[in-house]
């Protein structure tokens, strides 16, 4: 059996993002960093997040966040921070901002650069005394909040891991922050944390406690996504999917798949995460089938699909129905590229937990079927 690590401290309920500015204080920080993307400051949903903190306009915000955060990226923040005086971290906004938080947070106290410290080295270099960072998501999807790795886009133009379990001081999850989410992005995301909890659950990795938070995850999500998707206001389907991200996340210590495996190298050419796992997902799935025994009718069990539902074809079935496109060259994938991005899937970490063993023409099979 694997390590088992469920740490991060999670304070999760409606209008819990009150409590910044004490759980800032307990962490001794006295001038934050906020970091975030334009698009949550324009939703007005950055304000809303600091609406309990006297004074927090005046401090400092980084929020060039790029829609995959980048090495480059992660190095400005860094100096942002020094330049302020700051003395700890907040990440406001998607995966990409919390992710880039986790990694603004290493630069400000480890040495440049970031590529040093990626899981892709057999040791990579320690991170053992970054300052305080406490997360507040605006999306369900990547759960980044519990994630133990910041996934950065390298200067050499891979995607990867920083792996940093004990980074994060805390994380808020306030689903009122999600009411505002877009039905695009709610669906976007929302497959992204499906993805989460599916491949983890397939993952072969023995974690009893994973595979038993990944169903949970599967079902809140399987239940709750269109019902969101349909009404951003939905108090109950933002509590359940913004529980399902965090679950999915908690529990990919398992190990992902080749959905995963595939959306790295795609997305480190600037497409959508959450976006890419929705296309690959079906295929994923129905190229895994005969791998994986029970857990095919149990996938189909959390959704609540009548027996012999093909859950392959009813997640294909569900994209459709929450306005997500069916192929990567509706995204602007370059067929093209689809050859290098089969073979670097099988440097990516997921790779290594797909049930069924993958070869590059079996990537690249899996490309063609979802272009
Ligand atoms: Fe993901």
């Known amino acids: 059996m694997s390590v088992l690590q469920f740490l991060t401290t999670v304070h999760f309920g409606h209008g819990l993002r009150r409590e910044l500015p004490k759980l800032l204080t307990q962490s001794g920080v006295r001038r934050p960093l906020f970091v975030t993307d334009k698009g949550v400051i324009r939703a007005g949903v950055f304000r809303q997040a600091i609406d309990a903190m006297p004074g927090a306009e005046t401090l400092p915000v980084f929020d060039d966040t790029p829609v995959n955060p980048t090495e480059a990226a992660a190095a400005a923040g860094a100096r942002l921070y020094r330049d302020e005086?700051?003395?700890?971290?907040?990440?406001?906004?998607?995966?990409?901002?919390?992710?880039?938080?986790?990694?603004?947070?290493?630069?400000?106290?480890?040495?440049?650069?970031?590529?040093?410290?990626?899981?892709?080295?057999?040791?990579?270099?320690?991170?053992?005394?970054?300052?305080?960072?406490?997360?507040?998501?605006?999306?369900?999807?990547?759960?980044?909040?519990?994630?133990?790795?910041?996934?950065?886009?390298?200067?050499?133009?891979?995607?990867?891991?920083?792996?940093?379990?004990?980074?994060v001081t805390a994380a808020i999850c306030d689903p009122e922050l999600t009411f505002g989410l877009p039905p695009s992005i709610t669906a976007s995301t929302g497959m992204d944390a499906l993805a989460h909890c599916i491949e983890t659950y397939c993952s072969p990795t023995i974690n009893?406690?994973?595979?038993?938070?990944?169903?949970?995850?599967?079902?809140?999500i399987f239940a709750s996504l269109e019902r969101a998707v349909a009404n951003g206001s939905d108090a109950e389907a933002?509590?359940?999917?913004?529980?399902?991200?965090?679950?999915?996340?908690?529990?990919?210590?398992?190990?992902?798949?080749?959905?995963?495996?595939?959306?790295?190298?795609?997305?480190?050419?600037?497409?959508?995460?959450?976006t890419l796992n929705a296309i690959l997902l079906p295929h994923v799935l129905a190229c895994n089938r005969d791998w994986l025994g029970a857990k095919w009718d149990t996938i189909r069990r959390q959704a609540g699909w009548d027996e012999g539902t093909d859950p392959a074809a009813a997640i294909a079935a569900l994209n459709g129905r929450i306005g997500l496109p069916p192929r990567l060259r509706d995204i602007g994938v370059a067929e093209a590229d689809l050859a290098a991005v089969a073979r670097e899937a099988l440097d990516d970490n997921a790779h290594k937990t797909n049930p069924r063993p993958l070869t590059e023409s079996d990537y690249f099979q899996l490309l063609s079927a979802a272009y």
């Open 85 to 167: 005086g700051c003395d700890g971290v907040v990440g406001i906004g998607g995966g990409a901002a919390l992710d880039l938080a986790k990694a603004i947070a290493v630069l400000a106290t480890h040495a440049p650069p970031l590529w040093n410290y990626c899981n892709r080295h057999a040791k990579p270099l320690p991170i053992d005394s970054a300052p305080p960072v406490v997360l507040l998501p605006t999306t369900a999807g990547t759960g980044s909040e519990v994630g133990r790795s910041a996934v950065i886009v390298f200067d050499n133009g891979v995607k990867a891991g920083v792996r940093c379990p004990d980074l």
């Open 208 to 220: 009893p406690p994973a595979d038993a938070i990944s169903l949970d995850g599967m079902q809140r």
């Open 238 to 274: 933002r509590f359940d999917m913004m529980m399902g991200s965090l679950e999915g996340a908690i529990s990919f210590q398992k190990g992902m798949g080749a959905v995963h495996a595939l959306s790295h190298p795609i997305g480190a050419r600037g497409f959508h995460h959450g």
